[in-house]
């Protein structure tokens, strides 16, 4: 996988799928996407977070729908309701699984799994 343009990223760890979240989440979903970006140190009590280097724009798939809910559409996600500690699950023809606590993580989850494996390799730093 590649690094973000911008920021260099200065090691890159390897975790389970299912395990990603917030802006480690995002970054994923920008490798799976070909979407070039950069990621932005935490300052004045926000988290780390994932931008798009040409516009500034955060990039959050995770947490926005705007950006997020199109993955679902395009890739024919379903989503279920779950009663569980992960209360969302989304899965794609293929068979490809995610789960998370809102229907957006759970969908990036398992888009990220579809492309790049329930195990992949994050930036050390988004990983809290």
């Not at 395990?19 to 009590?45: M, R, S, T």
């Not at 977070?49 to 199109?70: D, H, I, L, Q």
């Not at 023809?93 to 998370?100: E, I, S, T, Y």
């Amino acid at each position: 996988m590649g690094s973000p343009s911008g920021d260099a990223v200065t090691d890159l760890i390897e975790v389970q799928t299912s395990a990603l979240d917030g802006a480690a989440l995002d970054w994923a979903v920008a490798q799976v996407e070909g979407i070039k970006v950069a990621i932005a140190e935490p300052h004045y009590g926000a988290d780390w977070r994932v931008y798009r280097p040409e516009s500034g724009g955060k990039y959050s798939p995770s947490t926005e729908w705007a950006v997020g809910g199109p993955l679902i559409e395009r890739e024919t996600l379903h989503l279920f309701s779950k009663t569980s500690s992960q209360p969302w699950a989304a899965t794609n023809a293929g068979g490809f699984v995610g789960f998370g606590s809102t229907p957006l993580v759970a969908a990036c989850r398992a888009i990220v799994a579809a492309k790049l494996g329930y195990t992949v390799q994050v930036p050390r730093e988004l990983i809290q």
